[in-house]
């Protein structure tokens, strides 16, 4: 554990094996969380272990996809064991459709759909009444950077319009924010202000192997790590070793 045990802190257990030790306990509720890192980092798996972890844990879910096909991510998350038709069908999760905008035979299946992708109101709107449908307690949403990468001064604005709804409504929230490969950054000013905590995932080549790491930015209500820690990602996710640590030089930093 790290510094002084806030035992009074009310947390969502990530149940991400280590994830929670450095987080000296698990996140504390209605914070909104950048998930930040580059392309392969482990973003979505991350994202889908929290949100499973939740189900089993008798806590509901909403994935707002809007990087993949929902059948995609259906499948993506069982390929690790994470089969959340069931609780789909049980609704206690639910998978908001912002991807597709309802074209295809597949897509009319979906129950949340957000029409116009590009319309911010609209996905919100959807979002809101998926979050209320179910009684979620977890959010996701992969990306946020979508929502506004090409419309790079909105970014701020989105953040804190998703922010005041989920906070809102009692969720615990990862955003899942882009980064490209040599990026320092979190996905931008606005954003990384908006957010209550910045968990960074990194994928460094260190002596011609790829390592993975994760460090706690920022998390607003606890004390935490602040040393990287590296991590696996297997069959059943994520594994971060909370009792190691790992030192990464990078050649160029931008
Ligand atoms: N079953 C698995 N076992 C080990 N590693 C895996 C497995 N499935 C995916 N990966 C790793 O996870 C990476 C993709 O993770 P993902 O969460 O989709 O990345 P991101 O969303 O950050 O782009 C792959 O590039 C691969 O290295
Ligand atoms: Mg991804």
């Known amino acids: ?47 889908y272990q929290y949100l499973y972890n939740g189900l089993i844990r008798g806590q509901s879910g909403v994935l707002v996809a809007l990087e993949e096909h929902p059948v995609q991510v259906r499948l993506s998350m069982a390929q690790f064991g994470w089969n959340v038709t069931v609780y789909e069908e049980k609704g206690r999760f639910a998978l908001v459709d912002a991807f597709t905008a309802g074209i295809g ?17 609209m996905l919100i709107d959807v979002l809101r009444s998926a979050i209320k449908d179910v009684d979620a307690e977890r959010v996701v949403v992969d990306s946020v950077t979508t929502l506004y990468i090409t419309k790079p001064a909105l970014a701020r604005s989105m953040v804190l319009q998703l922010k005041k709804v989920l906070s809102g409504l009692g969720c615990t929230s990862i955003l899942i924010s882009q980064v490209s490969v040599t990026e320092r950054g979190f996905g931008g000013p606005g954003v990384e202000h908006a957010a209550d905590g910045i968990i960074r995932l990194d994928l460094d080549e260190m002596s011609g192997e790829l390592k993975r790491s994760i460090i706690i930015w920022k998390m607003r209500g606890t004390a935490h790590s602040m040393k990287r820690h590296p991590f696996d990602i297997t069959d059943k996710g994520l594994i971060i070793k909370p009792e190691e640590v790992i030192m990464v030089t990078r050649r160029r930093e931008e």
């Open 1 to 47: 554990m790290w510094g002084d045990d806030e035992v009074s802190i009310d947390r969502i257990q990530t149940g991400i094996p280590g994830l929670d030790e450095i987080l000296n306990g698990g996140i504390p509720r209605r914070n909104v969380v950048l998930l930040s890192g580059g392309p392969g980092t482990g973003k979505s798996i991350f994202g």
């Open 105 to 121: 035979e597949a897509a009319k299946r979906e129950k949340y759909v957000v029409k116009a992708p590009d319309d911010f109101q």
